[in-house]
């Protein structure tokens, strides 16, 4: 039986809940590279079924912020998803902040752990540095999700080096996340 994976490419094409823009890229269309690529890996492993919460560069969910996240996490629960990972490139004023990071909603249960793989995973395939596992309860998307869901921030669209990477090796990320849950998983 295969794992279904929610792949969440954050953020809209257009506003309302267009991501950030740093160093000439854009968020939602780096996520949408990352995301597309992985769900092709789990696909393809036999041991995953993968759907994408943008499955065209043009899809726009929602009507506003709330209405986005709400049709992503709603998508997610009503499928059965047994795992929600959501893709998002990082911003700082600094522009020397780098690495990669995750957010879950607790350090208990199951997210914890993939995410952690997931980082090391990302960290192997890119050289990024890993800025840990951070709890954030308060996102939506790890509010509202009724599976273990993981926000990544990718790396830093904001820094000149990590969205050179993000944008030019989409393919990396999605080695790394790849071969971080086949780690946590066992494959």
Sequence with gaps: MSIKVYIDQGHNPV???AGAEGNGFREQDIVFEIGVRLAALLDASGNYEARLSRPT????????????????????NAWGADYFISLHCNASADPSASGTE????????RSY??????????????GLRNRGVKLR??????????????????????????????SGSPELFARGIFNGMNRYFGF
């Design 137 to 166: 309860p308060g996102l939506y998307v790890l509010r509202k999700t009724v599976m273990p869901a993981i926000l990544l921030e990718l790396g830093f669209i904001s820094n000149p080096g990590d969205a050179a990477l993000l």
């Design 57 to 76: 560069p043009e899809t726009q969910l929602g009507t506003s912020n709330t209405t986005s996240l709400a049709a992503r996490t709603n998508d997610a």
């Design 113 to 126: 752990p993939l995410a952690q793989n997931i980082l090391a995973g990302i960290v192997n395939a890119t």
């Design 15 to 17: 506003n309302p809940n």
């Design 102 to 109: 995750a957010l879950v909603f607790s350090f208990g249960g």
